[in-house]
């Protein structure tokens, strides 16, 4: 079973500075995708950014960009310019690309969530 | 607006209940998704139905069914309610089409049914 791992329970920034958000995975499949999503006080799920395994080139969007290191199954997220609205807890997850009927995705394994404080 | 809904937001029961949430997917998506978020917790996968059919299962006590509707609505219902199943109850859906043109996989939440079980 493929597990995620967020080592950092919460971190903080300042308004207009850069974040750094960790996370690891373990699978032992080749084909999966990567997401983080964002959830503020609402508690709405977010999409923020997602990530082919099979695309080498790292996933951008806007503020917000992704390393991944296929090899060593780790998938951390940056938020430049940070916004007071960027604010939120921040969950890492994979998805397989197929579950075990081979005809449909896998379901979403979610990481524990890092909570993200934005200091004016 | 993901396009997901689920109803209602809100619920409180009392201990030894049953409670039903309904989730209706985004159009044209086959696969529903059920997930727990517990107080200051992640998101517990809880099971899934594509077209219908359960597809896979997680962590799903007895107490709690599921199913899918030939209009692709879903429905979990709980029973026999405890303390600790007050919870936060995502609803999600996906497009299933596999292949270049599948939407990355992305699921879409919707915004959750918050039960309070005292």
């Known amino acids: 079973a493929q597990t995620v791992t967020q080592s950092q329970p919460e971190m903080s920034v300042q308004e207009a500075e850069t974040v750094t958000l960790s996370c690891t995975y373990d699978?032992?499949?080749?084909?999966?995708?990567l997401f983080w999503y964002k959830q503020p006080p609402s508690r709405q799920m977010i999409l923020v950014i997602r990530?082919?395994?099979?695309?080498?080139q790292n996933a951008t969007e806007n503020r917000f960009s992704v390393n991944f290191q296929k090899a060593a199954k780790s998938f951390s997220l940056k938020i430049s310019d940070s916004q007071l609205g960027d604010a939120a807890m921040y969950f890492c997850?994979?998805?397989?690309?197929?579950?075990?009927?081979?005809?449909?995705?896998?379901?979403?394994?979610f990481g524990q969530g890092t909570i993200l404080t934005v200091h004016p | 607006d993901s396009g997901v809904t689920q109803t209602p937001k809100h619920l409180i029961t009392a201990t030894g209940q049953r409670v039903t949430l309904r989730c209706s997917p985004r159009s044209g998506d086959l696969s529903v998704y059920w997930y727990q978020q517990s107080l200051d917790q992640g998101l517990q996968f809880l099971i899934q139905?594509?077209?219908?059919?359960?597809?896979a299962k997680g962590n799903i006590l007895e107490r709690f069914s599921a199913q899918q509707f030939p209009d692709l609505h879903s429905e979990l219902n709980l029973s026999s309610l405890e303390l600790g199943d007050s919870a936060l109850y995502f609803c999600a859906s996906s497009v299933e089409t596999l292949g270049p043109s599948d939407g990355g996989g992305e699921l879409f939440f919707g915004e959750g049914s918050r039960l309070t079980v005292l």
């Open positions: 139905y594509y077209n219908g059919e359960e597809r």
């Open positions: 699978t032992s499949e080749s084909d999966y995708y």
């Open positions: 997850a994979y998805r397989s690309s197929f579950n075990a009927g081979g005809t449909s995705y896998g379901k979403l394994t």
């Open positions: 990530q082919e395994a099979y695309k080498q």
